[in-house]
T-cell receptor
Framework: RKEVEQDPGPFNVPEGATVAFNCTYSNSASQSFFWYRQDCRKEPKLLMSVYSSGNEDGRFTAQLNRASQYISLLIRDSKLSDSATYLCVVNPTWVYSGGGADGLTFGKGTHLIIQP | NAGVTQTPKFQVLKTGQSMTLQCAQD?????MYWYRQDPGMGLRLIYYSASEGTTDKGEVPNGYNVSRLNKREFSLRLESAAPSQTSVYFCASRGTGEMYEQYFGPGTRLTVT
């Protein structure tokens, strides 16, 4: 089983719709989780961290399910500007790690296309 | 703020040529990383440096060398470029004692013919 798995898509979604995608991870010791966004031919940028209790940032909601080892990202009222690739990122060490070997593992990304 | 900068942005090499990709960060971060990104493969870690003076291999280190010149700079060298090294290369940095966010540079698009 791959460490971090995502459905590559593409997800074609009409503007204004709600879209959700999941990411599964294999390392049960994983402690911190993130969603990054990557626009075409650009560098990845942090979209949001994922907390155990779930968290929301505007139209974006992230959830963590440790029992089933997956995280999810929900985008409400989708905009054309949400079109991008969304990378799931998992780290087996505590968020406030003091250093040492880094275990950040990136999924291959889910491609989202918002259509007018 | 400049954040993470990389040079060059684009490069074309012939097989067997060498080059160094430069990366610098101005955020006083301890950790720095080099990734390559290929279609369908996602981001793969080549080398990382947890602090000035230390470097460690990542997932795909073969064919590459790195130098952590100082806290700010982390360079990636291809001694004898091969077509399989055609890729987009991203440098990233991260601080300690803060949320584990990695900041990425804009990338270097390398083609080896």
């Amino acid at each position: 089983r791959k460490e971090v798995e995502q459905d590559p898509g593409p997800f074609n979604v009409p503007e204004g719709a709600t879209v959700a995608f999941n990411c599964t991870y294999s390392n049960s010791a994983s402690q911190s989780f993130f969603w990054y966004r990557q626009d075409c031919r650009k560098e990845p940028k942090l979209l949001m961290s994922v907390y155990s209790s779930g968290n929301e940032d505007g139209r974006f909601t992230a959830q963590l399910n440790r029992a089933s080892q997956y995280i999810s990202l929900l985008i409400r009222d989708s905009k054309l500007s949400d079109s991008a690739t969304y990378l799931c990122v998992v780290n087996p060490t505590w968020v406030y790690s003091g250093g040492g070997a880094d275990g950040l593992t990136f999924g291959k990304g889910t491609h989202l296309i918002i259509q007018p | 703020n400049a954040g993470v900068t990389q040079t060059p942005k684009f490069q074309v090499l012939k097989t067997g040529q060498s080059m160094t990709l430069q990366c610098a960060q101005d955020m006083n971060h301890n950790s720095m990383y080099w990734y390559r990104q290929d279609p369908g493969m996602g981001l793969r870690l080549i080398y990382y440096s947890a602090s000035e003076g230390t470097t460690d291999k990542g997932e795909v280190p073969n064919g590459y060398n790195v130098s952590r010149l100082n806290k700010r700079e982390f360079s990636l060298r291809l001694e004898s470029a091969a077509p399989s090294q055609t890729s987009v290369y991203f440098c990233a940095s991260r601080g300690t004692g803060e949320m584990y966010e990695q900041y990425f540079g804009p990338g270097t698009r390398l083609t080896v013919t």
